[in-house]
């Protein structure tokens, strides 16, 4: 049986192979200290890695988000059987032909398609006079929320409704109120359902009077 040397064109094999071996050893050796230059980059200094030409392109890191249908949220108010005659008759445009409304679109229900959050407001200091939800069924909407005790106003937070209502003591003006009162609410069974309450309470705008220094 041949030695592990060999002879002939077996140890001329064996020669190219540890040849090429050291000189793969040697180019990784000096690719390392070339990256890792002053720099202290490291490899990012060389730039972007490069792909192979079989290869097919990269995903991208996030997909976008598809944009929500956009609703006439005045037509959509004017037209609800469900919001109140004295709510409609102050819907009307403050300028021209721009409403009092605040609209948001957001997953609150769990369909495909995003829910609308519409907030009617006064045209003079923005009061909330009704915050509603609408839910995407069949080829329109359907009202599944509706809160009309102004100051009100609706927001949609991660995934949850929350209402805050201003509360005002006698004497309070309505660009000051004392406190507020916050309700989240969550989709449950088919219907939004209080989760959380949370009561706050301003302080006076201008301060506690001073109180004078005893005298000595």
């Known amino acids: 049986m ?12 064996s020669t ?13 050796v000096v690719l390392f200290g070339t990256g890792c230059g002053a ?3 490291g490899a990012r ?14 995903a991208p890191a996030t997909a976008s988000s598809p944009t929500p249908d956009r609703v006439d949220a005045v037509r959509l108010i004017k037209g609800d059987p469900a919001v ?3 709510v409609k008759r102050e819907l009307k445009p403050c300028v021209a032909d721009e409403y009092p409304v605040d609209v948001s679109y957001g997953n609150l229900t769990g369909e495909a398609r995003d829910d609308v959050v519409v907030n009617v407001l006064t045209c003079g200091d923005a009061v909330g006079v009704g915050a509603y939800v609408y839910r995407h069924q069949g080829d329109g909407y359907v009202n599944v929320f509706s809160a ?4 009100v106003y609706a927001e949609i937070d991660r ?4 209402v805050t209502k201003q ?3 006698r004497g309070d003006p309505v660009s000051s109120p004392s406190g507020e009162v916050v309700i989240t609410y969550r989709w449950l069974s088919g219907r939004f359902d209080e989760r959380y309450r949370t009561h706050n309470e301003y302080g006076p705008v201008a301060g506690a009077a001073p109180t004078p220094a005893p005298e000595g």
């Open 84 to 86: 109140s005659a004295e």
């Open 159 to 162: 995934g949850d409704l929350v």
């Open 45 to 58: 200094d060389e730039g972007p890695a490069r792909v192979d030409a079989g290869a097919g392109p990269a």
């Open 2 to 13: 041949r030695g592990l040397t060999g002879t002939g064109p077996e140890r001329a094999r």
């Open 167 to 169: 509360v005002y003591d």
């Open 39 to 41: 720099s202290g980059t």
């Open 16 to 28: 190219a192979r540890t040849a090429s071996t050291a000189t793969a050893v040697l180019a990784a």
């Open 148 to 151: 009309e005790e102004p100051p």
